[in-house]
């Protein structure tokens, strides 16, 4: 074993406060009712109530008790992490668990704990755990994580889910330990007999168990034994000397203990492969090897019968074992214990209750089948404990078991003969790591089994498994590492550290241990860091509690200044710097109570006994006492900038050097009573510095260091510092802080206060023979020395990092007086010119360097990375907007992430590689490799977003701004990057929102500032719940003041969208009206004078009657109105409204009921129009709400009469798919009941809902109602005809498009079934026959000729057969016999009744052949051509086969009145010779029929399409039919006739305009609701009311389709035989009326403003695809607006300039608008700034553009600040237009710049970029800070100097896309103008110190000015140290532009030095132009 690496012993570190701790749990415990026995309890003697379970808290002596609860209750702690994202505060959870309680409570530093979850059980609770199950989803291999609470009792695990589910998982054998995993729970069985009981012959029952879900089977676990010649050997886990110690999720491993061998084990935990599977189950099976259950019989019995003593847990005496042996027993010969036995071999020695409790759940893997997904409340049962089946196992008599128990003499061998059993498949696998190494015999006792394990890991990422051997007193470490496919761990080496005790402090990467002699050692890894000081509450708690005299005296003694300052230093220069010593200059003195080691006095106080329950650097002190005490332990380091250097550091030095390092800085940082957190930045460079060899007290600035500012102002300090009075070192520390001295080097680097600058300073630095530069030198043998080149390259890019986030450059200034000190003494001149650029003020301040010895400096490291020209980030950027070429620039991986960010971005977007991001970013970073190791891969930076990058033809702007948001930038990282450097990203962000892709994700939406879209991409529908919380805007419609109008069912229509689609008028108050069915109806009859009283009420009775007709037909059309209009509350049943069948009488509004006996009402008149009210009622229900199988059944009315009501409903539900959430238990219960109705809503609303998804079980249940699906020999049942005729068009839905063979050949001879002997199948025959015919159609929907496997059946002839009449043919296989005897009643021969079969077999073939355009089978439909066969056909007959043609010939159908005309014969439309005899009568019908079939053929045709030709058609007929109607003539053609072929054309034209409201068809609509006499029926009523549903389908929200699917539904809906009474379903079932809203899709799109999410106007350009009638169109909706069917559209667009565009292109995938459309169709647009929406400017008059266009440049000057407030919603802008924009008493003086301000807050908002408004506002602040020449550093020169390279490159490479920058206004050139003004005006006073700069000529201090800075920096003037030679020998212009590219200076800037560079040589002759004409 490896030895530990001992560091410095007597370092200490100071632990952060103590608290006292004491689980929450308890506390919760003693206070919970938990009650439920209490009577009991008083009954008990106290010593019974010890052994009782429970709560016994609450009786008895607390004294008693509590000894008892204390050890019985147990705690665990861990790290919050339910739902919080990382960056939240953190926050502690336990669990808690003491008697029958679980309880689970979080809690963090900032609030106080509190129950999350609070658990009771039945039986004493063993353990309690988490865990996480792992769901897996059902359609692809993602895995939903379930976190759980798993409490174990003796019998069973409860498993409650967070989301609120509960499992009962009973337990087949007895645990004795549970172990959570990343796969589930493992269970380690409890060994019944001792060990030295003898094994069975054949294989030991295996000991450990896993359960992947509560549901799922338990089973074995099998091994994978280590050594490649027992590969095959695999085997279940059964060693029962093996205990498992401890497992782990990531990695996923699990710890063992043997106990005979004395050695601990690692496994590797992981699902089972295939063929290890099949090996398991193979070896089982084999007869050889004796199978696992199938032992010897015999033996078993006698097995059983010894060890039942050792295994009954109450079974000492002998009754008892007796009974637990018979118990088992039992077991065996009963037959509820057959499941048992058969899928569980292995359980049946587990001599436990469990094997009774498994009688409950025969085989719990098929409730798991059921589905996971719904709440198991029902599936597993629930018992009280395992007392009911164990009263054999507990008390002394066997009663339990009466009906059990076999005869006494009989012996298991019966009963073990069973049929074969299947063994249990096992899911997980262990395969062995690493062992421990066998000791000797000799030191057997030496080991024992770890008491504790945990993973820790080290400060440089080594990690190690620790355990904790307690009787040795020792730790063992074991490293891990993944090998580099990261499937294994390799355990290299073993350190063993003495320890009491130990806990892992995970977040600082080190552990706490707990040493023999009681002192507290924290190690990070294996290596010692320091010992914890323990602050003096310690003591005080301890003696409070335990009332012992106060031993210890408190040994608070003060150190001295001296000590304290040494003590510091000491520790730095032990081993590494023995230099000479001398104090620190002051500290503040400090008190600090020293550490007590000495013995004696330990005794008394109370010691340490344990450590327990770690959370990230927090853990418990258990001490002797029984007090417990939380601790914390202070992190490695709180400033921002110190982490980042120390992790640098740790990057590049080699682990060894790394630990040392990090050791040290972490004594220094945390000693007891150290400097404050204040001071840590200065702490870290002194003790960096020291570790490198320098002598900090020397040196001037590090001196003073220790007075140095809060660099990062600590939240919290650590301390508060002891002395609050001042004193002269504050004003010293003021005196030597940075800013003084800046203030002070503003001409000159003035004096800082002369008795505090150090001698060194006042002397010229750079004399030798200074006395004191002697002592400069570096100290060669400090730990550091050999990497300081290393380390100084690091922090140089750590610099130019944080120069690059505005938020951290603040820090960069403390760095840089470290690095300028680093860079002179390595002798690098141009990093310190870099440095000087950068902050001129602050470097010129600094002159010492220290020597380092020629001799030794062969012992540094000099890395390849540190090139002589040192690497600055901002001149590569502009070398790339100048297009020039750079190396590749180095970052360090992990840490410079911003630099990566940056420079990929520009390299991608400036120079333009597609590949950058990709393949190709070696060209542009140079990573540096680690100086412990190559790291494979980069740790992934940050929140990584789950976008992918999809590499396409996009633009370089698109690729730019996907790719950054997949490495989780967001806008807030954008703000913080420096304003020039962030102008190229502004720019792409600027084009990307011009016209983003409609597909992009939430974040990439949320980065170009399109909230429109992020909205969109966040799945929110417009009305979530009733007050939709999520989008923002109610949909609750306003409350009305009637109280009375509550119920008329209509409330739900969203009036926001309703008002803007129909703005003009109120149609929907209107159609409200119209459809109302819940107020009593106005019966208006005038008593004539010779009417009696008597009379006059029976009169109007009688006219109540009919209105009533009306009444009752309603709510099929208000259905269809409301449809998906609502989101019930889940608390709330559904608000139905009445059906009013009463009425009010004029003038004196007295009541008319129909009840009052004198007139005659049909019976059962109300039963069908209440089953259409609870439709309606249901149908409001959209289908995205939360409905769930309880809250159906809630709904269940009380009262029978509301039976049909509810019936309707049900069906409703199943129409918007709710209905496949309804339990099949209460389905079954549903149809038992045997009510009618119910069953027929029940059955179509199943089938509805399981629409084209053969699904079986649906399919059984309709069969049960179907005679000819049942086997011919079944029972007959007696199913009523109505719900036989529900369940066949439930088959067809359920089937549909299927192409199903049988359930076809069984419909089709279904459409000819003749009626039966006994009276059955005689009434309503049409109805059932039509019913066939339609499911048949539906099963073979658009099939045509290609029915696979149907040519047998002859479908088409048959069906023709039906229509046209002829010989029955012999009924075919299983019906036969059905059919045997013909009916009494009804004679109809051998031939089909046509009458009967004709309407189904017609609309079977239409359906078939559906747009299949198949002219054969539509010849077949034509109408007859003579006379003759045309009086052979009924007149509705002829609508059908017309209807039939057309919709075959689908593609043929067109929108004019010639094509509808053409399809009437042509012998009607000749002229007719007067010889024939022709009935006109039948002439008239006939045309009038045929006319309404081909318009319903042109409604479908065109359904929801709203168009005008076709409607245009429509209308034309209609008005014809009514001019015909008002004729008195009207008696040759009928009135019926008529009225019927009326309604279709009114039906035909609403389906055409569905949605739409048009007002024409209202009109319509309305003239018929108006019409109650005289033949107007009930079924007339129903379809003028449906065609008014369908027109304001949904509210306008929905319409028709045309699919196949949907012609289908509205076939089924519409068929044009409407009922004559509300009683009659003769010819077809009115509940299929409502299968309309199958075809009802939403294509309404709303526009929602994202600001205000109120619904408003946009322009839509919508194009449509090509096809053969026209060519690709393209047309402009106002929305909103209903969309046309999508598959016909290429691409919809909203349009400028109102909002902002946004384009969804269909021909790539519609899903996306499918997805808009069906969240209520809400489609989120953004306002252009400056623009008005159509509501308020409908012209477009008043926007901010229009003022400025009438005159071009007055737009500025027109603006009035005032007015912001209307083109923008953004509050920054407003309260920036506020306070900086408007004139105010004090800015009177700066009149100028408000008008500045003005321009540009009226440019960014028209230039629709306010996120630039903080660049101009910088860009002005950097040039007029320059011109009044107070600047300190050059940064805004660097950021200016940026944009100018950016704007120029724009501009000259490609004057043409000028309008795609940013910045396009005058306000650039201004700006760039002002600072060349600035510039120029400098160097003509300063061109001597300019040009003796560029020879290379070291300045004076005074010449070192900033402004020299800013003009090297802003000129790109390189560092001319090394390259005086290019100047020497220029004499000319023409030479100098030679140079220009070897100097490296663009050329305009080369031409303002032309006169220093010339002007000793040439002077000035050569310059015969002048200089202004190239300042470009």
């Known amino acids: 074993m490896s030895e530990v690496v001992y560091e410095e012993t007597a370092t200490m570190i100071a632990a952060g406060d ?75 959870e336990e669990l808690y668990t003491a008697g029958n309680m679980a309880v689970w409570s979080q809690g963090s530093r900032t609030q106080a704990s509190s129950v999350y979850k609070a658990f009771t059980v039945d039986s004493p609770v063993q353990q309690a755990l988490w865990c996480n199950f792992a769901v897996p989803q059902n359609n692809n291999d993602a895995e939903e994580v379930e976190q759980t609470v798993c409490i174990v009792q003796s019998s069973c695990i409860n498993v409650h889910t967070v989301t609120g589910k509960d499992f009962i998982s009973p337990l087949p054998f007895q645990v004795s330990n549970v172990w959570a995993t990343k796969f589930g729970l493992l269970l380690e069985r409890k060994n019944a007999a001792n060990d030295t009981q003898p094994n069975p012959p054949g294989e030991p029952l295996p000991t450990v168990f896993s359960m992947l879900h509560p549901l799922d089977e338990i089973a074995p676990i099998v091994c994978k034994p280590p050594g490649p010649f027992e590969g095959s050997r695999v085997q279940y886990v059964s060693d029962s000397n093996m205990k498992m110690v401890f497992t782990c999720c990531q ?69 008892g074992g007796q009974g637990s042996a018979a118990g088992i027993s039992s077991a065996f010969s009963s037959p509820l214990h057959y499941s048992t036995l058969h899928s569980h071999p292995s359980r049946i020695m587990t001599s436990s209750p469990g094997v009774h409790s498994r009688v409950h759940s025969p085989n719990i893997s098929n409730m798991a089948a059921l589905s996971r997904a719904h709440s198991p409340g029902m599936a597993a049962p629930s018992y009280s404990g ?52 066998v000791s000797a015999g000799c030191h057997r006792e030496m080991s024992s089994q770890a008491s504790k394990v945990f993973l820790t890991s080290d400060l440089c990422e080594n990690h190690y498994l620790c355990f904790l051997v307690e009787s040795h007193q020792h730790l063992r470490c074991v490293k891990f590492i993944e090998s580099n496919d990261a499937t294994q761990l390799i355990f290299p080496s073993v350190t063993t550290i003495p320890a009491k005790d130990a806990a892992p402090l995970q977040n600082i990467d080190a552990m706490l241990v707990l040493e023999a002699c009681g002192s507290l050692v924290i190690y990070t890894g294996i290596t010692r860091v320091s010992k914890v000081h323990l602050p003096s509450p310690l003591s005080h708690s301890i003696s409070l509690t335990n009332q012992l005299p106060y031993l210890s005296t408190p040994v608070e003694t003060v150190s001295t200044p001296a000590n304290a300052g040494n003590r510091h230093i000491h520790r730095l220069n032990e081993d590494a710097m023995p230099s000479p010593v001398s104090e620190l200059k002051s500290l503040n003195i400090k008190q600090e109570a020293s550490f007590i080691e000495d013995f004696s006095f330990q005794q008394a106080t109370p010691f340490i006994l344990s450590l327990r329950d770690p959370v990230c650097n927090r853990v418990t002190l ?116 940075h800013y003084h001295r800046q203030i002070n080097s503003q001409p000159v680097c003035g004096s800082v206060d002369p008795n505090n600058v150090p001698a060194a300073e006042k002397e010229d630095p750079f004399s030798a023979d200074s006395p004191s530069s002697s002592s400069l030198k570096l100290e060669s043998s400090a730990s550091l020395f050999p990497h300081i080149p290393a380390l100084f390259g690091v922090l140089h890019l750590l610099y130019q990092e944080l120069q690059l986030d505005e938020l951290h450059r603040a820090r960069a200034s403390s760095l840089v007086c470290l690095l300028q000190q680093l860079a002179r003494d390595l002798q690098l001149e141009e990093y310190v010119d870099l440095y000087w650029r950068d902050y001129p003020s602050l470097i010129s301040c600094f002159m010492e360097s220290c020597i380092i010895d020629q001799a030794v400096i062969g012992q540094m490291h000099r890395p390849s990375f540190l090139s002589s020209n040192p690497p600055c980030v901002f001149k590569w950027l502009s070398s790339c907007l100048r297009g020039e070429a750079s190396p590749p620039f180095p970052y360090l991986p992990g840490i410079c992430q911003r630099t990566k960010l940056l420079v990929l971005s520009y390299a991608l977007y400036i120079i333009g590689d597609d590949n950058a991001t990709s393949t190709n970013v070696w060209k542009y970073l140079l990573k540096l490799s680690a100086g412990q190791r190559s790291r494979a891969s980069e740790p992934n930076s940050r929140r990584q977003s789950g976008v992918k990058v999809r590499v396409s033809s996009e633009s370089l702007a698109e690729q730019l701004v996907v790719w950054l948001t997949s490495q989780g930038f967001t806008l807030k990282d954008l703000e913080s990057v420096p304003f020039g450097v962030a102008l190229p990203i502004r720019e792409a962000i600027y084009r990307c929102r011009e016209q983003p892709s409609s597909d992009w994700p939430e974040e990439v939406c949320l980065l170009i500032g399109r909230q429109d879209l992020t909205k969109q991409a966040h799945k929110m529908t417009l009305a979530k719940s009733k007050a939709s919380v999520g989008s923002g805007f109610s949909l609750v419609p306003p409350a009305s003041s009637e109280a009375d109008e509550e119920e008329d069912g209509m409330l739900d229509i969203i009036h926001e969208v309703t008002g803007l689609i129909w703005s003009q008028d109120l149609r929907i108050q209107e159609v409200r009206r119209l459809l109302q069915s819940s107020r009593p109806v106005r019966v208006s009859v005038v008593q004539q004078p010779e009417v009696s009283d008597h009379e006059y009420i029976e009169e109007k009775e009688n006219k109540l009657l009919q209105l009533c007709q009306r009444t009752m037909a309603l709510p099929v059309g208000r259905g269809l109105f409301t449809l998906f209009s609502y989101h019930p509350v889940p608390t709330e049943p559904l608000p139905v409204p009445k059906l009013n069948l009463t009425g009010r009488a004029p003038p004196r509004n007295t009541m008319v009921d129909l009840n009052s006996g004198n007139i005659d009402v049909p019976p059962n008149m109300t039963n069908w129009p209440s089953f259409h009210n609870g439709v309606a009622a249901g149908l409001k229900i959209a289908p995205a709400s939360q409905v769930d199988s309880a809250w159906i059944a809630y709904n269940k009315p009380k009262s029978p009469e509301l039976a049909n009501e509810y019936a309707g409903f049900l069906m409703a539900l199943g129409l918007n798919g709710h209905l496949t959430k309804l339990a099949t238990l209460n389905i079954h219960d549903y149809l038992t009941k045997g009510h009618e109705m119910t069953s027929i809503g029940l059955l179509l609303g199943v089938s509805s809902a399981k629409l084209g998804t053969m699904d079986m079980s649906i399919t059984r249940l309709l069969s049960i109602h179907i005679p000819a699906l049942l086997p011919p020999t079944s ?178 159908i067109l929108p004019n009145t010639e094509w509808v005309k053409s399809n009437i014969p042509q012998i009607m439309r000749g002229n007719f010779d007067p010889s024939e005899d022709i009935n006109m009568d039948t002439m008239a019908q006939a045309q009038d029929y045929i006319t309404a079939g081909a318009c319903m053929a042109l409604g479908l045709r065109f359904a929801g399409s709203a168009n005008s030709d076709a409607f245009d058609c429509l209308y034309e007929f209609a008005k014809t039919f009514m001019k015909m109607m008002s004729f008195a003539g009207t008696a040759a053609m009928g009135y019926y006739n008529l009225q019927t072929c009326l309604s279709m054309i009114l039906l035909s034209m609403s389906m055409v305009m569905a949605g739409t409201g048009n007002l024409k068809v209202l009109q319509l609509c309305r003239f018929f609701h108006k019409r109650t006499g005289g033949e107007m029926n009930y079924g007339f009523h129903m379809a003028h009311h449906m065609a008014l549903g369908l027109l304001f389908l949904g509210g306008g929200r929905y319409t028709l389709s045309t699919s196949n699917s949907a012609i289908a539904a509205l076939l089924c809906a519409l068929y044009p035989h409407f009922p004559a009474h509300s009683t009659d379903n003769r010819y077809h079932l009115q509940a299929l009326r409502h299968l309309a809203v199958l075809a009802a899709e939403p294509r309404l799109i709303v526009p929602v403003d994202v600001d205000s999410l109120k619904p408003c106007y946009a322009l839509l350009e919508v194009t449509y695809k090509e096809t053969k009638w026209y060519n690709e169109t393209t047309v402009e909706l106002m929305a909103p607006t209903l969309l046309p069917e999508l598959h016909l559209l290429k691409q919809v667009k909203v349009k400028g300039p109102r909002y902002w565009e946004l384009s969804l292109d269909l021909s790539k995938e519609t899903q996306h608008l499918k997805s808009i459309l069906v969240r209520d169709g809400v489609l989120y647009v953004k306002l252009r700034a400056g623009q008005l929406p159509y509501k308020d400017d409908p012209q477009g008059w008043k926007s901010l553009l229009a003022t400025a266009v009438s005159h071009r440049n007055s737009g500025v000057t027109a603006f009035k600040p005032e007015a912001i407030s209307t083109f923008t919603s953004e509050p920054a802008l407003i309260s920036f237009a506020e306070f900086f924009c408007k004139t105010s008493e004090g800015l009177k003086s700066r009149e100028d710049s408000l008008m500045l301000f003005s321009a540009m807050l009226y440019e960014c908002v028209t230039q629709e970029c306010p996120e630039m408004l903080p660049t101009y506002i910088a860009i002005e602040q950097a040039v007029g800070a320059l011109r009044q020449g107070d600047l300190q550093q050059t940064f805004p020169l660097w950021q200016l100097r940026l944009v100018v390279e950016l704007w120029d490159g724009r501009m000259l490479r490609s004057p043409a896309n000028k ?12 700006m760039k103008n002002a600072v060349d003004v600035v510039l120029d005006n400098w160097l003509q006073d300063h061109s001597s110190v300019v040009s003796s700069y560029m020879r290379g000529e070291v300045l004076s201090r005074d010449a070192q000015s900033v402004m020299l800075a800013c003009f090297l920096v802003y000129r790109s003037i390189p560092c001319f140290r090394n390259t005086q030679a290019n100047l020497e020998g220029c004499n000319s212009f023409a030479d100098l532009l030679l140079r220009s590219s070897q100097l490296g200076i663009p050329l305009r800037d080369l031409l303002r030095l032309v006169p220093i560079l010339l002007s000793p040589a040439s002077g000035s002759q050569s310059l015969l132009f002048p200089l202004q004409a190239f300042s470009s």
Not at 282 to 306: D, V
Not at 396 to 405: A, I, M, N, V
Not at 1859 to 1870: G, I
């Open 18 to 92: 103590l608290q006292l701790f004491v689980p929450f749990g308890r506390e919760h415990c003693r206070n919970h009712p938990n009650a439920f026995n209490l009577q009991l309890r008083e009954l008990q003697p106290a010593s019974e109530l010890w052994s009782s379970d429970g709560a016994a808290g609450l009786v008895g002596s607390l004294q008693e008790v509590s000894l008892q609860e204390r050890e019985r209750e147990s705690w665990q702690l861990r790290k919050g992490c339910t739902g919080v994202k990382e960056d939240e505060a953190e926050f502690e």
């Open 1859 to 1870: 309008h795609d920058t940013l910045l396009t206004s005058e306000f650039l050139p201004v």
């Open 622 to 737: 258990e001490l002797s006492s029984g007090v417990m005490l939380r601790i914390c332990i202070p992190e490695i380091a709180t400033s921002e900038l110190v982490r980042k250097c120390l992790q640098a550091i740790r990057f590049i030095l080699p682990k060894d050097v790394a630990m040392k390092v990090l050791v040290k800085w972490y004594n220094i940082y945390n000693a007891p009573g150290g400097p404050s957190a204040h001071a840590e930045w200065s702490q870290f460079v002194t003790c960096f510095m020291t570790l490198m060899g320098y002598n900090t007290e020397r040196l001037a600035w590090t001196r003073h260091l220790q007075f140095e500012v809060p660099l990062s102002p600590v939240i919290a300090a650590k301390k508060a510092r002891p002395s609050d009075g001042g004193s002269d070192e504050d004003w010293d520390y003021l005196l030597a802080s």
């Open 386 to 437: 395992a007392s009911r089946f164990n009263t054999s196992f507990h008390s002394p008599s066997p009663r339990g078991h009466h009906g059990l128990l076999p005869s006494p003499n009989s012996t298991a061998n019966e009963s073990v003969a069973m049929p074969e059993m299947e063994p249990i498949i096992p899911d997980l696998c262990v395969e062995q790591l690493w062992s421990e190494a």
């Open 251 to 319: 990695p996923s491993i699990v710890v063992s203990y043997d106990t005979v061998q004395g050695t601990h084990t690692v496994w590797a935990l992981r699902k089972v492969t295939d063929d290890e599977r099949s090996l398991v189950l193979r070896c089982l099976t084999e007869p050889a090897g004796t199978p696992l259950g199938l032992m010897a019989s015999g033996f078993l019995g006698s097995h059983l019968r010894n060890t039942s003593h050792l295994d009954s847990p109450g079974g000492s005496g002998g009754g």
């Open 1275 to 1452: 029972t007959e049942l007696d199913v009523p005809h109505n719900v036989q005729v529900a369940a066949v068009i439930g088959i067809g839905l359920v089937y549909q498009g299927t192409g199903h063979r049988h359930n076809a050949e069984v419909l089709l001879s279904e459409i000819g079934r003749p009626p039966g002997p006994e009276m059955e199948y005689c009434t309503d025959r049409e109805s059932y026959s039509l019913a066939a015919g339609l499911a048949l159609g539906m099963v073979c929907l658009g099939h045509g000729s290609n029915l696979i496997g149907m040519t047998d059946l002859n479908v088409p002839e048959q069906l023709y057969q039906y229509m046209v009449g002829g010989h029955r043919r012999a009924q075919a296989g299983a019906s036969r016999e059905r059919h045997k005897s013909p009916s009494y009643q009804i004679k109809e021969g051998d031939t089909i009744n046509v009458d009967v079969t004709c309407p189904g077999a017609t609309l079977a073939l239409a359906m078939i052949y559906l747009k299949t355009n198949n002219r054969s089978i539509a010849d077949w439909l034509k109408p007859p051509d003579t006379w003759f066969l045309l009086d052979f056909i009924k007149p509705e007959f002829l609508l059908l086969r017309t209807l039939a043609r057309c919709i075959i010939m689908w593609d043929e």
